[in-house]
Nanobody, 118 residues
Framework: HVQLVESGGGSVQAGESLRLSCVVSGYRYSTYCMGWFRQVPGNEREPLASIDSDGRTSVADSVKGRFTISQNNAKNTAYLQMNNLRPEDTGMYYC?????????????WGQGTQVTVS
């Protein structure tokens, strides 16, 4: 079965950086879309960035210029580089995967990693 495991979260001061990783296993499709999301208690899950199997990326306006998504296909890993973090970036960060990025639907989800910015 498909499994996504996030890591790299933690507690940092405002202005610092973190890099989140998402390792994917068991995925058998030839194309994919990887996405990163953030959720704060009481709010809906917010899409942050996505990258597809052709390397095309999309980043939400709310984090553009500070967050970057990338991937290492050899390691089956997607990354979210987060710079100049702000207290409002605090939340649970999830990665997700699906066959394509076109409809915004993701079938597979990780368990999340907590980011706290103070």
């Amino acid at each position: 079965h498909v499994q996504l495991v996030e890591s790299g979260g933690g507690s940092v001061q405002a202005g610092e950086s973190l890099r989140l990783s998402c390792v994917v296993s068991g995925y058998r499709y030839s194309t994919y879309c990887m996405g990163w999301f953030r959720q704060v208690p009481g709010n809906e899950r917010e899409p942050l960035a996505s990258i597809d199997s052709d390397g095309r990326t999309s980043v939400a306006d709310s984090v553009k210029g500070r967050f970057t998504i990338s991937q290492n296909n050899a390691k089956n890993t997607a990354y979210l580089q987060m710079n100049n973090l702000r207290p409002e970036d605090t939340g649970m960060y999830y990665c997700a995967a699906d066959e394509g990025c076109t409809n915004g639907f993701y079938e597979y989800w990780g368990q999340g990693t907590q980011v706290t910015v103070s």
